[in-house]
């Protein structure tokens, strides 16, 4: 048995310890709205925060984020859609929306450490894979919740 | 894996698919009923009141889709044309999968797939298209594909909406003792004119849902309307940014086990010998199936599942296609163009004589790689096989297709077979294929009773799709004194899509016969020349292929708008007044064109190293053109800067819907002519992951402007028009900036840094 704190809250699972987080937060957890996209660390549809930082959930194995606050999409608003929700809205962003749980998630963790990002930043920091093509809303995006975070 | 057992109706829809023949002489026998499949879903206190519209007590309206949302926003659409005519807002509105039912079916995807569509035939061929027209309403296939959701139920779901509120009107209309014509309808209420009475939808509706259905109502007029051709927020966003929408592979049921496989790695491939003992005893472990292509584990969790079949010992006859190489299947492609055995599709005029009396014949060899559709879902699928009955939950294009497939698998009635559809993390005509729904329900019925979810890695998906086919294409033209177009011969060889999809779902299927699929986007080009030949090679191979985001245009506009822009520079002359100059009196391409180069500011001249390309294409009934500006290093170092796109769709639903299926078939098809390339060796995908099967990223994606040109026109699609013209529109930017001509994607082949 492993704990886990997801979400603010402590969970004992059941996994051996070389799994990978992405598949004890979605299987054994069953919280479903991190995604699982490549296996591989390269589309960042499963992207989650450990401490307050993006990591890819489907090459971090288990027992590494033991100790750490785990934060998924279910997790980061507090009843009230976040600006980056917000603004993923306004902007009418999704698409299919499989990658967006992940997107957000990056973003999120972005907009924390660096409030107000340059396109260039932006763009070295979110590398996540959309195969429908929403990066030109995702981007305005990006700044309309710089905005509203400061508006706030 | 469990025998096709076909009945007369399932040979029907088969034969349907297949060629006109069969169908013309079927007819179904039953009255296809208003409402009853709808009636079937309703629960306590709900009341359908057509195949479309329910309403609650509550009043509230629920909306049956029989399309699959997958990222193009039907669900907002369809309900937009119901809210318009049930003066209700779409945001009070809640989408719902529609049953599996005749009623549903996708006329203009059937009429759009088949051989004997109109665009490329004449004559008897017309006959042709309009017994598919009918086979297709009969027989009932539903299916999202060919981009022709709103196309197809524009009109019934309007319809849908405008019957509900007459029967609303009329169960107000017997209460008050007035007449129905007395009572407007209004933000979910029924109103007297003179404002004296008002009952809401929800109050009405038992009333209405006894009503005798009205005939010939009129819809509202284009003036009165208050949402069609308004942008509407869609209506799946909100769950889609809280992690709370449903896609297949988050089904989650109670006592649930997971599956992983591995598959033999050679298409055509077998198992042969496997040692389940070894991996008994892995943690989780549940059991092992073998299967004809390969084997899988089933675990109590998906990582247990997939950590125990990497560890399977298994043992796999390679077959045949060992032998093939993306190699060997161009050099097929180039014997059978020299055979000069093709297949007719556009024969104006006599090209070959032209040609061969020319002094100067132009002549150019264009390739395209087979791709993979990469969806973000991997494919998966959720089964429950009973005693004698089947239940699926799968993300799909097809509901029809996919409950004919559980019957036969699962071997059990018809009638026992449920679908359940949920939201898909892209489609782009993979989830139109069936393989996996048969794996799933295979490997299910080793576990009866149990839910079984079933979900393929990454590399199972790239490695096992149906792709794109590959393709050649060899050009001949030439041009006469005053710099026109004299001759123009395109021989294009490729295996077929609908050849491999009906041999997929009826091996015994005799499907030698014209196919559009192949011929799109090649044989129905809008440049009028006098001496015109188009012809197809079919050159069928052991790879799967499959349809893919805009099909055969996705390849036939790269070669044919690349052609065109080798002609025009050959002719010294622009590359937008060519195209105009061999428009005639197509009026409608040439109002694209020329607001293309208004909104591109193609006239202004870029500084050296920077070059602006365009390109025109027809697919799906919508005219898409579209001008691309790049920056080329000396080095070959690439920036795509900017990419601006006229869409004539004819009328339109929901302008910010269309805008963002333009933006997002232009980042596919970028993609695709960037990076995309499946490479076979050895009888086998090369490629594994997105690390060698890459993707457009934020920072090599383009500035995107979007320009509505609505004519006219009859309806046209949004979900793929946008894709064909961006890859010729790219190569020919890069020509104009460093005059290299590119004649093979992707882009990287030819050293291109991105």
């Not at chain 1, 987080?21 to 054994?28: A, G």
């Not at chain 2, 996919?402 to 009635?413: G, H």
Request: aromatic share 6%; charged share 20%; proline share 5%.
């Amino acid at each position: 048995m492993l704990t886990l704190n997801i979400n603010g809250k402590n969970v004992d699972v059941d996994a051996e310890e070389d799994t990978p987080l992405l598949w004890v937060i979605r299987d054994t957890v069953n919280l479903t709205g991190t995604k699982f996209g490549c296996g591989v660390a390269a589309c960042g549809a499963c992207t989650v925060h450990l401490d307050g930082e993006a990591a890819r959930s489907c090459s971090i194995p288990v027992s590494e984020a033991v100790g750490t606050k785990i934060t998924t999409i279910e997790g980061i608003s507090d009843g009230k859609l976040t600006a980056v929700q917000q603004a993923w809205i306004s902007e009418q962003v999704p698409q299919c929306g499989y990658c967006q749980s992940g997107m957000i998630m990056a973003v999120s963790a972005l907009l924390n450490e660096n409030p107000k990002p340059t396109d260039d930043e932006i763009d070295q920091s979110i590398t996540n894979i959309c195969r429908c093509g929403t990066y030109p809303r995702i981007r305005k995006a990006i700044h309309q919740a710089v905005k509203l975070q400061g508006e706030a | 894996m469990a025998k096709m057992k076909l009945t007369r109706r399932k040979f029907l829809i088969a034969g349907g698919l297949v060629g006109g023949g069969l169908a013309v002489a079927y007819s179904l026998g039953e009255d296809i009923p208003g409402n009853k499949a709808l009636v079937a879903t309703a629960e306590n206190g709900q009341f359908a009141l057509n195949a479309w519209v329910k309403i609650n007590k509550q009043g509230e309206v629920t909306v049956a889709i029989s399309q699959a949302e997958m990222g193009q926003g039907v669900y907002t659409s369809l309900c937009m044309l119901v809210a318009e005519e049930l003066e209700v807002d779409v945001a009070s509105v809640t989408p719902e999968p529609a049953p599996v039912h005749p009623v549903y079916a996708n006329v203009v995807a059937i009429m759009d797939s088949l051989p004997f569509s109109d665009g490329h035939h004449s004559g008897e061929a017309t006959a042709g298209a309009w017994a598919m027209k009918q086979v297709g309403g009969v027989l009932g296939v539903q299916a999202t594909g060919g981009s022709t959701s709103v196309r197809n139920f524009w009109g019934p779901m309007q319809q849908a909406g405008a019957t509900a509120r007459e029967m609303l009107k009329q169960a107000a209309a017997n209460q008050w003792n007035v007449r129905a014509d007395e009572c407007i309808a209004e933000g979910g209420t029924i109103k007297l004119k003179n404002g004296s009475k008002s009952a809401t939808y929800g109050e009405l509706v038992e009333q209405a849902s006894m009503q005798e259905v009205p005939q010939d109502i009129k819809l509202k007029s284009a003036g009165a309307r208050r949402i069609i051709g308004k942008s509407q927020e869609r209506i799946d966003i909100p769950a889609k940014v809280t992690g709370q929408a449903g896609f297949g592979v988050d089904v989650t049921l109670p006592n649930m086990a997971f599956a992983a496989v591995k598959l033999a790695p050679v298409f055509g491939g077998t198992v042969t010998g496997w040692d389940e003992d070894a991996v008994k005893d892995m943690p989780g472990f549940i059991r092992a199936v073998k299967f004809e292509t390969g084997v899988a584990v089933i675990a109590d969790s998906f990582w247990r599942a997939k950590s125990a079949v990497e560890a399977l010992p298994v043992t796999f006859d390679s077959g045949d296609a060992v032998h093939l190489s993306t190699k060997s299947i161009f050099a097929l492609f180039e014997n059978n163009i020299e055979s000069d055995d093709g297949r007719s599709y556009s024969d104006e005029g006599d090209a070959k004589a032209e040609l061969s009396a020319a002094s100067d014949v132009h002549t150019a060899t264009y390739k395209a790689p087979f791709l993979a559709h990469a969806c973000m879902e991997p494919m998966n699928c959720t089964a429950k096989v009973g005693e004698n009955d089947v239940e699926v939950w799968v993300p799909n294009q097809t509901s029809t297709l996919m409950s004919w497939i559980a019957e036969q698998t699962a071997d059990v009635p018809a009638e026992n077979v449920t679908i359940h559809n949920t939201f898909l993390g892209g489609g782009f005509g993979r989830r139109l294929e069936t393989d996996f729904v048969v794996m799933a329900i295979t490997i299910a019925k080793e576990l009866k009773g149990r839910p079984v979810k079933l979900v393929w890695t990454r590399e199972n998906d790239i490695q096992h799709d149906m792709y794109r086919p590959a393709a050649l294409s060899k050009f001949s033209a030439s041009l006469n004194e005053n710099g026109s177009v004299a001759a123009w011969h395109n021989r294009v060889a490729s295996p077929s899509v609908t050849r491999s999809f009906v041999n997929r779902l009826i091996p015994w299927a005799n499907t030698d016969m014209p196919d559009n699929t192949t011929a799109e986007g090649a044989a129905d080009i809008p440049y009028q020349f006098t001496n015109k030949l188009m012809e197809h090679f079919p050159s069928p191979t052991a790879i799967p292929v499959g349809y893919w985001r805009s099909v055969g245009h996705s390849y036939n506009a790269f070669f044919t708008e690349s052609f065109m822009d080798e002609l025009a520079w050959a002719a010294k002359a622009d590359p937008v007044a060519f195209r105009m100059d061999h428009l005639a009196n197509h009026t409608d391409f040439k109002n694209v064109l020329k607001k293309l180069a208004e909104v591109s500011d193609w006239n202004n001249p870029l500084p050296k190293g920077r070059g602006r390309g365009v390109a025109l294409h027809e697919s799906f009934g919508s005219i898409v053109g579209q001008v691309v500006e790049v920056t080329v290093g000396a080095d070959k170092e690439l920036s795509v800067d900017k990419v601006t796109c006229v869409v004539d769709c004819g009328e339109v639903l929901n302008p910010d819907g269309l805008i963002s299926q333009m933006e997002s078939g232009i980042i596919f098809g970028l993609s695709a002519a960037l990076f995309g390339e499946i490479t076979i060796e050895n009888g086998q995908v090369a490629e594994d992951n997105f690390p060698s099967y890459d993707m457009v990223r934020l920072e090599n994606c383009p500035e995107i402007s979007v320009h509505i040109a609505a004519s006219g026109r009859p309806l046209g699609g949004g979900g793929e028009p946008a894709t064909p013209p961006i890859a010729p529109a790219l190569t020919n930017a890069i020509f104009a900036a460093n005059n290299d001509r590119i004649r093979e994607l992707p882009l990287q082949k030819s050293g291109y840094v991105i």
